[in-house]
């Protein structure tokens, strides 16, 4: 079992950034892909980014391809996702979560999740 808990949201003006942190516990993180997903009121889930094991290779959404960063440090067991010229349409509460696959980029490949932090980006 993994545990996850996500931190670093908040309300941030457009243009602004933020730095998320999903820290976990009861299993090591490197044996696992890790992914950022986010949901808006009213929308599914959607994917964000994912990391290899290694943190060498990484995936994003079109949608924040340039804007957002996604990281790990495995001798902490935590993955970042520092978002950069965020927009109002970036809000939503946003997800860690842990795969056994590597770069999945559905939910239901995911088997552990964190509870979420709320993302906030007034116009």
């Known amino acids: 079992q993994v545990q996850l808990v996500e931190s670093g949201g908040g309300l941030v003006q457009a243009g602004g950034s933020l730095r998320l942190s999903c820290a976990a516990s009861?299993?090591?993180?490197?044996?696992?892909?890790m992914g950022w997903f986010r949901q808006a009121p009213g929308k599914e889930r959607e994917f964000v980014a994912a990391?290899?094991?290694?943190?060498?290779?990484?995936n994003y959404a079109d949608s924040v391809k340039g804007r957002f960063t996604i990281s790990r440090d495995n001798a902490v067991n935590t993955v970042y996702l520092q978002m950069n010229s965020l927009k109002p349409e970036d809000t939503a509460v946003y997800y860690c979560?842990?795969?056994?696959?590597?770069?999945?980029?559905?939910?239901?490949?995911?088997?552990?999740w964190g509870q979420g932090t709320q993302v906030t980006v007034s116009s």
């Open positions: 979560a842990a795969s056994s696959g590597i770069l999945r980029r559905r939910s239901f490949e995911y088997a552990y």
């Open positions: 009861g299993r090591a993180i490197s044996n696992y892909g």
């Open positions: 990391i290899t094991l290694s943190g060498l290779g990484t």
